[in-house]
Each structure stands twice: as structure tokens, then as C-alpha cells.
């Protein structure tokens, strides 16, 4: 099954703009285009959009989740040599490690807002 740009940006709570953006940077690519020229995203591509979309509220650049998707890629393709697979897993650990950090630094963030809130609320009880 495929899907024009709209059907994905509806699925993954993406703007034309930003699908449109994150394919001129080469950090995602659809499977194809229509006789008229439109994308065409196939469940997979919208696998790998979703999964990019999950990278930016920990803050990822773009050139960081460019280097996450191909260490995916370079993980899971049988053809890669097994120096390359393990070297694209490794890096993936890496970016494992800093994600948590990352995340441990959103929900610090969070609880602090919360308190805000919380005090902010007293004040006008």
C-alpha cells in the first residue's frame, strides 16, 4: 500500500512542510513517485518517519538523525560486512546512552514546570 504526503502527514502528525524538509535534507526518502510526480510513502517509510519524529523532542539535529537512520540501515543489512553492522550498533548505543540522558533532562524539565504550576496555582487561590 502506498500513501501521498498528506495521508503521511495526517498519520504522523507531521507538517507537508516538515516531510517535505526532512526529504530535501536526505533524511528521509519516499519509495516513490506517482506518474504525476507525487510522493509515495510506503508503511515502511512511515515507520522510519515516526521513528525520526521520536528523536526530536530529546533535541537530535538533523545531521544527528541522519547518522541514526543510516546506522540503522547499515545494522540491519545483511550485506553490510559484520565490521560495519557491529560499528553502526555500537554508534547506536552510543546514541542510546545520550537519549537517556536526554530524556532524564526533559523530565527534570517537566517537574520544574509542574512546580511552577503548582506555586502559580496557590497564588491565585
Known amino acids: 500500500m502506498t500513501m ?9 502528525e507531521l507538517s507537508l512542510r516538515s ?11 519516499p519509495s516513490g513517485r ?16 515516526l521513528f525520526v519524529r521520536r528523536m526530536k ?3 537530535f539535529s538533523l545531521d544527528e ?5 543510516a546506522d540503522l540501515e547499515a545494522s540491519r543489512d545483511a550485506a553490510s560486512s559484520a565490521e560495519v553492522r ?4 555500537r554508534h547506536l548505543a552510543e ?6 540522558e536526554r530524556r532524564a533532562r526533559l523530565e527534570r524539565q517537566v517537574a520544574m514546570a509542574d512546580e511552577f504550576l503548582g506555586l502559580l496555582g496557590d497564588e491565585l487561590r
Open 4 to 12: 501521498h504526503i498528506g495521508e503521511v502527514a495526517t498519520r504522523t
Open 19 to 29: 516531510l517535505r524538509h526532512w526529504e530535501d535534507v536526505g533524511l528521509i526518502t
Open 34 to 49: 506517482s506518474d504525476g510526480g507525487f510522493r509515495l510513502y510506503t508503511d515502511e517509510d512511515v515507520a522510519k518517519i
Open 57 to 59: 523532542p530529546l533535541g
Open 65 to 69: 538523525m541522519k547518522a541514526v537512520m
Open 86 to 89: 557491529a560499528a553502526a550498533r
Open 95 to 100: 546514541i542510546e546512552d545520550d537519549a537517556r
